[in-house]
């Protein structure tokens, strides 16, 4: 999904090191798609952090449940492995 950004839009520059391999794969990939090699970049990262963003919450809110002790019971551990085959 493309990200678009307000005309308006505060940005930021953000200067990284790759490696020689990464950034040649970049300019081919920028070059295939008659894209920047810019845009290609901020695809790829807003579509990394969109993917990683839920595992972060997801972790953040298990570790908000074991510090309740809001764990599962015997019963609903064995429904799991027993439908799992564990």
């Not at 920028?30 to 810019?38: E, I, V």
């Amino acid at each position: 999904m493309p990200i678009t950004l307000p005309q308006d839009s505060p940005t930021r520059t953000l200067n990284v090191r790759v490696p020689l391999e990464l950034y040649q794969q970049l300019e081919s990939l920028a070059q295939a798609t008659a894209r920047t090699k810019s845009f290609v970049t901020l695809e790829a990262l807003a579509s990394y952090l969109q993917a990683q963003s839920w595992q972060v919450a997801d972790i953040q809110s298990g570790l908000a449940e074991a510090e309740r002790g809001d764990f599962a019971s015997d019963a609903e551990l064995s429904a799991v492995l027993a439908k799992y085959g564990a």
